[in-house]
Protein backbone atom coordinates (compact mmCIF):
# COMPACT_ATOMS: atom_id res chain seq x y z
CA UNK A 1 0.00 0.00 0.00
CA UNK A 2 1.01 3.45 -0.64
CA UNK A 3 2.59 5.82 1.71
CA UNK A 4 0.96 8.66 3.07
CA UNK A 5 3.88 11.26 2.03
CA UNK A 6 5.03 13.59 4.84
CA UNK A 7 6.68 16.38 2.57
CA UNK A 8 8.66 19.66 4.34
CA UNK A 9 7.94 23.08 2.51
CA UNK A 10 10.82 25.98 2.28
CA UNK A 11 9.34 29.36 1.32
CA UNK A 12 12.25 31.11 0.08
CA UNK A 13 12.80 34.81 -0.39
CA UNK A 14 16.39 36.56 -0.79
CA UNK A 15 18.28 32.46 0.01
CA UNK A 16 16.36 32.70 3.08
CA UNK A 17 14.01 30.20 4.15
CA UNK A 18 10.92 32.22 5.38
CA UNK A 19 7.62 32.21 7.31
CA UNK A 20 4.61 34.08 7.70
CA UNK A 21 1.00 33.50 8.30
CA UNK A 22 -1.96 33.33 5.69
CA UNK A 23 1.48 34.04 3.30
CA UNK A 24 2.21 37.66 4.62
CA UNK A 25 4.45 39.18 7.07
CA UNK A 26 7.03 37.13 6.53
CA UNK A 27 10.30 36.08 8.42
CA UNK A 28 13.55 34.40 8.04
CA UNK A 29 13.96 31.44 9.56
CA UNK A 30 17.27 29.59 7.99
CA UNK A 31 19.53 28.62 5.52
CA UNK A 32 17.35 26.51 2.58
CA UNK A 33 20.19 23.92 2.01
CA UNK A 34 21.13 23.60 5.19
CA UNK A 35 17.30 23.19 6.13
CA UNK A 36 16.53 20.69 3.24
CA UNK A 37 19.67 18.43 4.01
CA UNK A 38 18.67 18.16 7.57
CA UNK A 39 15.04 17.46 6.83
CA UNK A 40 16.69 15.02 4.32
CA UNK A 41 18.58 13.09 7.03
CA UNK A 42 16.10 13.08 9.42
CA UNK A 43 13.90 11.22 6.89
CA UNK A 44 11.93 13.62 5.13
CA UNK A 45 9.68 11.92 2.02
CA UNK A 46 9.69 15.17 -0.25
CA UNK A 47 10.78 18.23 -0.18
CA UNK A 48 9.42 21.50 -1.63
CA UNK A 49 11.07 24.81 -2.04
CA UNK A 50 8.75 28.01 -3.27
CA UNK A 51 9.88 31.01 -4.04
CA UNK A 52 7.61 33.47 -2.28
CA UNK A 53 8.44 36.50 -3.92
CA UNK A 54 9.15 35.45 -7.88
CA UNK A 55 5.15 35.69 -8.05
CA UNK A 56 4.79 38.91 -7.58
CA UNK A 57 7.53 39.74 -8.77
CA UNK A 58 8.02 37.51 -11.98
CA UNK A 59 11.51 36.40 -11.36
CA UNK A 60 13.13 33.71 -10.43
CA UNK A 61 16.36 32.62 -8.31
CA UNK A 62 15.84 29.41 -7.17
CA UNK A 63 18.18 27.18 -9.49
CA UNK A 64 21.43 27.95 -7.43
CA UNK A 65 19.64 26.53 -4.49
CA UNK A 66 18.19 23.56 -6.08
CA UNK A 67 21.74 22.85 -8.05
CA UNK A 68 23.51 22.30 -4.36
CA UNK A 69 19.81 20.50 -2.67
CA UNK A 70 20.20 17.95 -5.28
CA UNK A 71 23.53 17.04 -4.50
CA UNK A 72 22.96 16.00 -0.87
CA UNK A 73 18.87 15.35 -0.81
CA UNK A 74 18.05 12.22 -2.24
CA UNK A 75 14.06 12.27 -2.10
CA UNK A 76 12.33 14.00 -4.65
CA UNK A 77 12.30 17.82 -4.82
CA UNK A 78 9.18 19.95 -6.39
CA UNK A 79 10.30 23.69 -7.46
CA UNK A 80 7.34 26.15 -7.59
CA UNK A 81 7.49 29.88 -7.48
CA UNK A 82 7.35 32.62 -10.93
CA UNK A 83 7.22 29.75 -13.50
CA UNK A 84 6.49 31.41 -15.95
CA UNK A 85 7.07 29.79 -19.49
CA UNK A 86 8.16 26.51 -20.59
CA UNK A 87 11.58 27.51 -20.44
CA UNK A 88 11.49 27.88 -17.16
CA UNK A 89 10.37 24.47 -16.35
CA UNK A 90 13.71 23.04 -18.21
CA UNK A 91 15.54 25.12 -16.53
CA UNK A 92 14.23 23.60 -12.66
CA UNK A 93 14.52 20.39 -14.24
CA UNK A 94 18.32 20.52 -15.50
CA UNK A 95 19.16 22.36 -11.89
CA UNK A 96 18.07 18.87 -10.66
CA UNK A 97 14.16 19.66 -9.59
CA UNK A 98 11.76 16.20 -10.23
CA UNK A 99 8.62 18.49 -10.26
CA UNK A 100 7.08 21.78 -10.94
CA UNK A 101 4.17 23.86 -8.98
CA UNK A 102 2.62 26.16 -10.89
CA UNK A 103 -0.13 28.50 -10.32
CA UNK A 104 -0.63 31.82 -11.48
CA UNK A 105 0.39 31.34 -14.61
CA UNK A 106 -1.87 28.47 -14.94
CA UNK A 107 -4.66 30.53 -13.78
CA UNK A 108 -3.77 33.26 -16.34
CA UNK A 109 -3.78 30.51 -19.44
CA UNK A 110 -4.82 26.82 -18.31
CA UNK A 111 -3.66 25.37 -21.70
CA UNK A 112 0.39 26.30 -19.63
CA UNK A 113 -0.39 23.34 -18.05
CA UNK A 114 -1.52 21.14 -21.07
CA UNK A 115 1.68 22.25 -22.77
CA UNK A 116 3.94 21.75 -20.06
CA UNK A 117 2.02 17.98 -19.69
CA UNK A 118 2.73 17.33 -22.88
CA UNK A 119 6.58 18.00 -22.84
CA UNK A 120 7.26 17.06 -19.57
CA UNK A 121 4.82 14.37 -18.53
CA UNK A 122 2.37 14.98 -16.13
CA UNK A 123 4.32 13.39 -13.32
CA UNK A 124 6.30 16.30 -13.07
CA UNK A 125 3.19 18.91 -13.32
CA UNK A 126 2.10 19.76 -9.89
CA UNK A 127 -0.73 22.52 -9.90
CA UNK A 128 -0.92 24.59 -6.68
CA UNK A 129 -4.10 25.99 -5.83
CA UNK A 130 -4.39 28.81 -3.15
CA UNK A 131 -7.77 28.79 -1.55
CA UNK A 132 -9.85 30.80 0.38
CA UNK A 133 -13.22 29.87 1.95
CA UNK A 134 -15.91 32.66 0.88
CA UNK A 135 -19.08 31.06 2.30
CA UNK A 136 -20.04 27.61 3.66
CA UNK A 137 -18.64 24.73 1.30
CA UNK A 138 -17.05 27.43 -1.35
CA UNK A 139 -13.77 28.60 -1.87
CA UNK A 140 -12.02 30.84 -4.24
CA UNK A 141 -8.61 30.36 -6.39
CA UNK A 142 -6.58 32.98 -5.55
CA UNK A 143 -3.00 33.90 -7.33
CA UNK A 144 0.09 35.87 -6.50
CA UNK A 145 0.85 34.19 -2.99
CA UNK A 146 -2.70 34.65 -2.10
CA UNK A 147 -2.82 38.47 -3.06
CA UNK A 148 -5.25 38.22 -6.02
CA UNK A 149 -8.77 36.64 -6.22
CA UNK A 150 -9.74 35.30 -9.37
CA UNK A 151 -13.56 34.58 -9.23
CA UNK A 152 -13.10 30.72 -9.97
CA UNK A 153 -14.22 28.20 -7.76
CA UNK A 154 -11.78 25.82 -6.27
CA UNK A 155 -13.82 22.69 -6.90
CA UNK A 156 -14.40 23.01 -10.95
CA UNK A 157 -10.75 25.01 -10.78
CA UNK A 158 -8.95 21.40 -9.14
CA UNK A 159 -10.87 18.97 -11.64
CA UNK A 160 -10.12 21.45 -14.93
CA UNK A 161 -6.15 21.04 -13.91
CA UNK A 162 -7.12 17.40 -13.78
CA UNK A 163 -8.47 16.99 -16.90
CA UNK A 164 -5.70 19.28 -18.55
CA UNK A 165 -3.23 17.11 -17.18
CA UNK A 166 -1.80 17.91 -14.01
CA UNK A 167 -0.07 15.20 -12.27
CA UNK A 168 -0.97 16.41 -8.71
CA UNK A 169 -2.29 19.33 -6.72
CA UNK A 170 -0.72 21.15 -3.91
CA UNK A 171 -3.40 22.72 -1.78
CA UNK A 172 -2.87 25.61 -0.02
CA UNK A 173 -5.65 27.24 2.35
CA UNK A 174 -4.90 30.93 2.91
CA UNK A 175 -7.20 30.96 5.69
CA UNK A 176 -5.33 28.42 7.24
CA UNK A 177 -1.52 28.95 6.11
CA UNK A 178 1.06 29.63 9.05
CA UNK A 179 -1.79 30.01 11.89
CA UNK A 180 -1.02 26.15 13.30
CA UNK A 181 -4.69 25.67 13.71
CA UNK A 182 -5.26 22.94 11.92
CA UNK A 183 -6.16 21.74 8.09
CA UNK A 184 -8.97 23.02 6.51
CA UNK A 185 -10.52 19.66 6.79
CA UNK A 186 -13.67 20.06 4.76
CA UNK A 187 -11.49 21.96 2.01
CA UNK A 188 -9.24 19.32 1.68
CA UNK A 189 -12.32 16.12 1.80
CA UNK A 190 -14.34 18.19 -0.97
CA UNK A 191 -11.14 18.38 -3.16
CA UNK A 192 -9.34 14.72 -2.76
CA UNK A 193 -12.68 13.40 -3.38
CA UNK A 194 -13.28 15.48 -6.51
CA UNK A 195 -10.17 14.54 -8.10
CA UNK A 196 -8.39 10.89 -8.93
CA UNK A 197 -4.91 12.79 -9.05
CA UNK A 198 -3.05 12.81 -5.46
CA UNK A 199 -3.64 15.85 -3.45
CA UNK A 200 -0.86 17.53 -0.84
CA UNK A 201 -2.45 18.93 1.68
CA UNK A 202 -0.78 22.38 2.46
CA UNK A 203 -1.07 24.93 5.72
CA UNK A 204 -2.30 24.83 8.96
CA UNK A 205 -0.09 22.29 10.66
CA UNK A 206 0.37 23.49 14.01
CA UNK A 207 0.39 19.50 16.32
CA UNK A 208 1.36 15.88 15.10
CA UNK A 209 -2.86 15.69 15.74
CA UNK A 210 -3.78 17.89 13.03
CA UNK A 211 -1.77 16.13 10.46
CA UNK A 212 -3.57 12.68 11.38
CA UNK A 213 -7.15 14.58 11.12
CA UNK A 214 -6.12 15.55 7.83
CA UNK A 215 -4.91 11.58 6.75
CA UNK A 216 -7.65 10.44 8.56
CA UNK A 217 -10.76 12.22 8.21
CA UNK A 218 -9.97 13.06 4.04
CA UNK A 219 -8.71 10.78 1.06
CA UNK A 220 -5.71 13.10 0.52
CA UNK A 221 -2.62 11.99 -0.54
CA UNK A 222 0.79 14.06 1.33
CA UNK A 223 1.04 16.37 3.64
CA UNK A 224 2.81 19.55 3.61
CA UNK A 225 4.40 21.20 6.69
CA UNK A 226 6.51 24.20 7.28
CA UNK A 227 6.13 25.54 10.90
CA UNK A 228 6.22 22.64 12.76
CA UNK A 229 9.43 21.65 11.37
CA UNK A 230 11.42 24.92 10.78
CA UNK A 231 10.35 26.12 14.42
CA UNK A 232 11.09 22.53 16.03
CA UNK A 233 8.07 21.81 17.51
CA UNK A 234 7.72 18.42 16.08
CA UNK A 235 10.72 16.88 14.45
CA UNK A 236 10.15 14.64 11.46
CA UNK A 237 11.16 10.97 13.19
CA UNK A 238 8.62 12.01 15.91
CA UNK A 239 5.89 13.07 13.77
CA UNK A 240 6.29 10.13 11.89
CA UNK A 241 6.43 7.58 15.27
CA UNK A 242 3.74 9.15 16.63
CA UNK A 243 1.28 8.33 13.19
CA UNK A 244 2.88 4.74 12.81
CA UNK A 245 2.75 3.69 16.07
CA UNK A 246 -0.48 5.60 17.74
CA UNK A 247 -2.57 6.55 14.72
CA UNK A 248 -1.84 3.27 13.04
CA UNK A 249 -1.23 5.13 9.15
CA UNK A 250 0.90 3.90 6.55
CA UNK A 251 3.56 6.23 6.44
CA UNK A 252 7.72 5.69 5.48
CA UNK A 253 10.01 5.22 8.47
CA UNK B 1 35.55 2.05 -14.36
CA UNK B 2 33.26 3.83 -16.53
CA UNK B 3 29.23 3.98 -15.69
CA UNK B 4 27.57 5.72 -18.63
CA UNK B 5 23.97 7.17 -18.78
CA UNK B 6 22.05 7.10 -21.88
CA UNK B 7 21.81 10.85 -23.32
CA UNK B 8 18.18 10.68 -24.87
CA UNK B 9 17.20 14.21 -24.31
CA UNK B 10 14.49 12.20 -21.52
CA UNK B 11 14.31 12.42 -17.94
CA UNK B 12 16.21 14.01 -14.96
CA UNK B 13 19.72 12.61 -15.16
CA UNK B 14 21.26 15.23 -12.51
CA UNK B 15 20.09 12.89 -9.71
CA UNK B 16 21.22 9.69 -11.24
CA UNK B 17 24.38 11.84 -11.76
CA UNK B 18 24.48 12.86 -8.17
CA UNK B 19 23.61 9.67 -6.77
CA UNK B 20 26.47 8.15 -8.33
CA UNK B 21 28.91 10.87 -7.17
CA UNK B 22 27.60 10.32 -3.54
CA UNK B 23 28.51 6.53 -3.79
CA UNK B 24 32.24 7.78 -4.80
CA UNK B 25 31.59 6.80 -8.63
CA UNK B 26 31.30 9.51 -11.43
CA UNK B 27 28.79 8.80 -14.02
CA UNK B 28 29.39 10.55 -17.76
CA UNK B 29 26.11 11.38 -19.66
CA UNK B 30 26.31 10.33 -22.92
CA UNK B 31 25.12 8.78 -26.56
CA UNK B 32 28.14 8.08 -28.59
CA UNK B 33 28.54 4.74 -29.92
CA UNK B 34 31.95 4.05 -28.79
CA UNK B 35 31.49 5.23 -25.46
CA UNK B 36 28.47 3.46 -24.48
CA UNK B 37 29.91 0.39 -25.79
CA UNK B 38 33.38 0.97 -23.82
CA UNK B 39 31.30 1.52 -20.38
CA UNK B 40 31.49 -0.99 -17.52
CA UNK B 41 27.87 -0.15 -16.36
CA UNK B 42 24.87 1.32 -18.38
CA UNK B 43 21.96 3.28 -17.32
CA UNK B 44 18.84 3.55 -19.46
CA UNK B 45 16.52 6.88 -17.29
CA UNK B 46 13.41 7.95 -18.51
CA UNK B 47 10.55 9.24 -17.20
CA UNK B 48 7.25 10.57 -19.42
CA UNK B 49 5.64 8.38 -21.91
CA UNK B 50 6.79 5.34 -23.64
CA UNK B 51 6.32 6.19 -27.60
CA UNK B 52 8.35 9.79 -26.34
CA UNK B 53 10.86 7.72 -25.33
CA UNK B 54 11.03 4.85 -27.93
CA UNK B 55 10.81 7.83 -30.68
CA UNK B 56 14.05 9.33 -29.02
CA UNK B 57 15.70 6.27 -28.59
CA UNK B 58 15.15 5.30 -32.41
CA UNK B 59 16.15 8.57 -33.28
CA UNK B 60 20.01 8.95 -32.36
CA UNK B 61 19.97 5.13 -33.36
CA UNK B 62 20.37 3.64 -29.76
CA UNK B 63 18.28 0.97 -29.36
CA UNK B 64 20.88 -1.00 -31.85
CA UNK B 65 23.79 0.23 -30.08
CA UNK B 66 21.61 -1.27 -26.08
CA UNK B 67 21.43 -4.44 -28.06
CA UNK B 68 25.08 -4.65 -28.75
CA UNK B 69 26.06 -3.75 -25.25
CA UNK B 70 23.78 -6.26 -23.21
CA UNK B 71 25.17 -9.15 -26.04
CA UNK B 72 28.78 -8.44 -23.86
CA UNK B 73 27.01 -9.27 -20.82
CA UNK B 74 28.04 -5.92 -19.04
CA UNK B 75 25.25 -4.55 -16.28
CA UNK B 76 22.62 -2.58 -17.89
CA UNK B 77 20.03 -1.09 -14.86
CA UNK B 78 17.11 0.55 -16.58
CA UNK B 79 15.26 3.06 -13.94
CA UNK B 80 11.31 3.85 -14.36
CA UNK B 81 10.46 4.09 -18.01
CA UNK B 82 14.22 3.03 -18.62
CA UNK B 83 12.78 -0.50 -17.47
CA UNK B 84 9.74 -0.24 -19.10
CA UNK B 85 11.44 0.08 -22.74
CA UNK B 86 13.69 -3.19 -22.21
CA UNK B 87 10.28 -5.17 -22.70
CA UNK B 88 8.87 -5.92 -25.99
CA UNK B 89 6.13 -3.50 -26.02
CA UNK B 90 3.79 -1.07 -24.62
CA UNK B 91 -0.12 -0.52 -24.77
CA UNK B 92 0.64 3.11 -23.67
CA UNK B 93 -1.09 5.28 -26.70
CA UNK B 94 -1.68 2.39 -28.48
CA UNK B 95 0.96 -0.38 -29.39
CA UNK B 96 4.25 1.03 -29.45
CA UNK B 97 7.72 -1.19 -29.24
CA UNK B 98 10.27 -1.60 -27.09
CA UNK B 99 13.84 -2.39 -27.35
CA UNK B 100 12.77 -5.68 -26.46
CA UNK B 101 15.38 -7.58 -24.18
CA UNK B 102 12.93 -8.74 -21.93
CA UNK B 103 10.24 -10.94 -23.70
CA UNK B 104 6.69 -9.32 -22.34
CA UNK B 105 4.74 -6.00 -22.22
CA UNK B 106 3.82 -2.68 -20.33
CA UNK B 107 0.42 -2.22 -19.48
CA UNK B 108 -2.01 0.42 -17.11
CA UNK B 109 -1.56 -0.55 -14.15
CA UNK B 110 -5.16 -2.34 -13.91
CA UNK B 111 -6.59 -1.11 -10.70
CA UNK B 112 -10.52 -0.54 -10.86
CA UNK B 113 -12.09 2.50 -11.74
CA UNK B 114 -12.87 3.92 -8.52
CA UNK B 115 -13.06 7.99 -6.69
CA UNK B 116 -10.73 6.14 -3.52
CA UNK B 117 -7.98 5.28 -6.47
CA UNK B 118 -4.99 7.67 -7.35
CA UNK B 119 -3.64 7.45 -11.00
CA UNK B 120 -0.59 7.80 -11.10
CA UNK B 121 1.14 6.05 -8.68
CA UNK B 122 3.18 8.24 -6.79
CA UNK B 123 5.01 8.17 -4.09
CA UNK B 124 6.57 5.01 -1.72
CA UNK B 125 5.97 1.65 -0.91
CA UNK B 126 7.30 -1.48 -0.32
CA UNK B 127 9.01 -3.72 -2.60
CA UNK B 128 8.70 -7.26 -1.79
CA UNK B 129 11.02 -10.93 -2.86
CA UNK B 130 9.70 -13.12 -5.35
CA UNK B 131 11.28 -15.99 -6.61
CA UNK B 132 14.76 -14.96 -7.32
CA UNK B 133 16.99 -14.36 -3.88
CA UNK B 134 18.52 -10.62 -3.65
CA UNK B 135 22.24 -11.16 -2.60
CA UNK B 136 24.44 -10.56 -5.07
CA UNK B 137 21.93 -8.18 -6.96
CA UNK B 138 21.34 -4.73 -6.95
CA UNK B 139 18.67 -5.95 -4.10
CA UNK B 140 22.06 -7.23 -1.48
CA UNK B 141 21.61 -5.66 1.72
CA UNK B 142 18.12 -4.10 1.04
CA UNK B 143 15.43 -5.09 3.34
CA UNK B 144 12.64 -7.13 2.34
CA UNK B 145 9.80 -4.20 2.52
CA UNK B 146 11.78 -1.45 2.31
CA UNK B 147 10.64 2.03 0.59
CA UNK B 148 11.01 3.08 -2.46
CA UNK B 149 9.86 5.81 -4.32
CA UNK B 150 7.85 5.13 -7.37
CA UNK B 151 6.34 7.86 -10.34
CA UNK B 152 4.18 5.67 -12.74
CA UNK B 153 0.72 4.75 -14.56
CA UNK B 154 2.01 1.92 -16.84
CA UNK B 155 3.73 -1.60 -15.65
CA UNK B 156 5.48 -4.13 -17.14
CA UNK B 157 5.08 -7.76 -17.25
CA UNK B 158 7.71 -10.02 -17.80
CA UNK B 159 6.89 -13.31 -19.28
CA UNK B 160 9.06 -15.33 -17.27
CA UNK B 161 7.99 -14.88 -13.79
CA UNK B 162 11.68 -16.22 -12.78
CA UNK B 163 12.45 -12.10 -13.88
CA UNK B 164 11.28 -10.72 -11.31
CA UNK B 165 13.12 -9.57 -8.78
CA UNK B 166 10.70 -7.59 -6.38
CA UNK B 167 6.71 -6.76 -6.46
CA UNK B 168 5.02 -4.11 -5.24
CA UNK B 169 1.44 -4.02 -4.39
CA UNK B 170 -0.76 -1.06 -5.06
CA UNK B 171 -4.72 -1.18 -4.38
CA UNK B 172 -4.67 -4.89 -4.35
CA UNK B 173 -2.98 -5.52 -7.60
CA UNK B 174 0.37 -7.21 -7.28
CA UNK B 175 3.28 -5.97 -9.99
CA UNK B 176 6.82 -6.45 -10.75
CA UNK B 177 8.76 -3.10 -9.05
CA UNK B 178 11.98 -4.78 -10.29
CA UNK B 179 14.01 -6.92 -12.70
CA UNK B 180 16.84 -8.99 -13.68
CA UNK B 181 17.81 -11.15 -16.89
CA UNK B 182 21.47 -11.99 -16.54
CA UNK B 183 23.05 -8.28 -15.73
CA UNK B 184 20.17 -6.58 -17.07
CA UNK B 185 18.47 -4.81 -14.48
CA UNK B 186 15.35 -2.48 -14.33
CA UNK B 187 13.48 -0.87 -11.49
CA UNK B 188 10.23 1.03 -11.86
CA UNK B 189 10.99 2.55 -8.94
CA UNK B 190 14.08 5.50 -8.66
CA UNK B 191 16.56 4.68 -6.80
CA UNK B 192 18.61 7.86 -6.87
CA UNK B 193 15.06 9.21 -5.04
CA UNK B 194 14.35 6.33 -2.54
CA UNK B 195 17.30 8.20 0.29
CA UNK B 196 19.35 5.63 2.11
CA UNK B 197 18.23 2.44 0.21
CA UNK B 198 17.87 3.58 -3.22
CA UNK B 199 21.53 4.87 -2.55
CA UNK B 200 22.16 1.05 -1.55
CA UNK B 201 21.21 -0.26 -5.02
CA UNK B 202 23.40 2.28 -6.89
CA UNK B 203 26.13 1.00 -4.48
CA UNK B 204 25.39 -2.65 -5.27
CA UNK B 205 25.29 -1.64 -9.27
CA UNK B 206 28.53 -0.23 -8.90
CA UNK B 207 29.81 -3.05 -7.40
CA UNK B 208 28.40 -5.53 -10.16
CA UNK B 209 29.77 -3.40 -13.07
CA UNK B 210 33.26 -3.73 -11.13
Known amino acids: MNKTRIIARLDIKNDYVIKGIHLEGLRKVGNPNEMAKKYYNQGIDEIIFMDAVAAYYDRNSLTGIIQKACKDVFVPITVGGGIRKIEDIQIALNAGADKIAINTKTVQNPNFIKEAAKIFGSQCIVSSI ?9 WEVYIDNGREPTGKNVLEWAQEVESLGAGEIM ?4 DKEGTKKGFDIELNKMVSE ?3 IPIISSGGAGRNQDIADVIQSTNIDAVSIASLFHYKI ?3 DSLKKYLINDKKLHIRL | MKIVIIDYGIGNVKSIMNAFEDR ?3 AFLSRDRDVILGADGLILPGVGAFSHGMNNLNKYGLVTIIKEYVKTDKPLLGICLGMQMLLEESEEFGNTKGIGIIKGKVIKLPVVNSNKIKLPHIGWNEIQTNKIKWGNTI ?3 VEVSSNMYFVHTYVAIPNNENEILST ?8 CSSL ?7 CQFHPEKSASRGLTIIRNFINICK
Do not use: M, R
Open chain 1, 130 to 138: DAKKIAENK
Open chain 1, 171 to 174: LTSI
Open chain 1, 194 to 196: AVN
Open chain 1, 234 to 236: ETI
Open chain 2, 24 to 26: GQK
Open chain 2, 139 to 141: LND
Open chain 2, 168 to 175: TEYFGIEF
Open chain 2, 180 to 186: KKGNVYG
